[in-house]
């Protein structure tokens, strides 16, 4: 399965583009394909971010928790919750941290006074 370039009048290069070619498009096509997928999957990951990961019976008890946990202990809340003036570790402000920002998608906020105003159903 030699095939003479003098017989067919091909030179070395046309021949190597020729049986190379095909295996260039396709490894195109897969680097397109990658970066088609890991933009899809981006864009889910972002979206998936807005939405609230608390699910609604599940709700109250997070609050509980946000109001024992962080604001008794001292915690700043952005949300307008009154906290008790404490010093806190930052292990455990990294946690409020995240706790708050879970309760903010699901739209928790706190009255001024400093009780509980949930939009999903607790208080």
């Not at 570790?89 to 990294?94: A, E, Q, S």
């Amino acid at each position: 399965a030699v095939v003479s370039t003098q017989s067919t009048g091909a030179t070395r290069q046309e021949l190597f583009i020729s049986k190379f070619a095909p295996l260039a498009i396709s490894t195109i096509m897969a680097k397109l394909l990658v970066f088609v997928v890991m933009m899809l999957s981006l864009i889910v990951a972002i979206t998936a971010q807005e939405e609230c990961s608390i699910k609604k019976r599940k709700m109250k008890r997070a609050i509980k928790k946000y109001q024992k946990y962080c604001l008794d202990r001292g915690f700043e809340s952005s949300l307008g919750c009154d906290s008790k003036k404490r010093k806190m570790g930052k292990k455990r402000k990294n946690k409020c941290n995240k706790m708050e920002t879970a309760l903010k998608k699901c739209g928790h906020s706190c009255r001024t006074e400093g009780g509980l105003d949930c939009k999903n159903g607790s208080d």
